[in-house]
């Protein structure tokens, strides 16, 4: 069965540090989410691309947060600089324009 | 803007006792209706689903039914088991416009079962 692959699974990293993230979707989804996922909470979007172009990053603080998707395929999700409050779950989720299909997740710890 | 209200955990329950966790939402239109499950230091898995007002979603003895008029998705199991303890997350999101739009998560529900 296809999956979406994210990696690192876990990242800690000191504060004020960069830090990147990378997902690769199911091969043919056009559509790519990343959602943060704070501790205790439930998933909240980031970002969404179709193909290579944002479709929505009104909640991506664009001062630390950056995402790109320069071939429509894979995508990476970026910090700088990292913040304590930024210690969350990173899950990447992928659709071929119906249902969804999410990675592992990538684990951040700012300390 | 759409929102999803789940009742508040943790859950605790004897093995085989009924399980029922309560999911409402707020959206414009028809939106589809998702129920996932978060095992400890995992992602999301899809449960079960329904995309319109009176469909059942079924899994592995889960389910739950789309209810326009009180939009409600309540979820259901008979007899839960240890291995179902875990988060569940309502979701909604707007499949039929014909594109996969963003999922709106409730804030989870935990469901610890014990012998």
């Known amino acids: 069965e296809a999956e979406v692959a994210q990696s690192p699974r876990y990242k800690i990293t000191e504060k004020s540090q960069a830090v990147a993230f990378w997902c690769d979707p199911i091969s043919g989804h056009a559509t790519l989410y990343w959602y943060r996922q704070i501790l205790g909470q439930g998933p909240e979007l980031l970002v969404q691309f179709q193909d290579e172009s944002v479709v929505d990053d009104s909640q991506l603080p664009k001062d630390r947060f950056s995402a790109e998707r320069l071939k429509g395929v894979d995508s990476t999700l970026k910090i700088q600089p990292a913040e304590l409050g930024d210690s969350a779950m990173y899950l990447c989720a992928s659709s071929p324009g119906y249902g969804y299909t999410f990675g592992s997740g990538t684990r951040l710890t700012v300390v | 803007g759409n929102s999803v209200t789940q009742m508040e955990g943790p859950v605790t329950l004897s093995e085989e006792a009924f399980l029922t966790i309560n999911c409402t939402y707020t959206?414009?239109?028809?939106?589809?209706l998702f129920w996932y499950v978060q095992y400890p230091g995992e992602g999301l898995q899809l449960l079960l689903k329904a995309t319109k007002a009176d469909d059942k979603g079924s899994n592995k003895g889960f389910e739950a039914t789309y209810r326009k008029e009180t939009t409600s998705f309540h979820l259901e199991k008979g007899s839960v088991q240890v291995s179902d303890s875990a988060v569940y997350f309502c979701?909604?999101?707007?499949?039929?416009?014909?594109?996969?739009?963003?999922?709106?998560f409730g804030t989870g529900t935990r469901l610890q079962v014990t012998l």
């Open positions: 959206a414009t239109g028809y939106p589809s």
């Open positions: 979701a909604l999101s707007r499949l039929n416009t014909g594109t996969a739009s963003k999922l709106t």
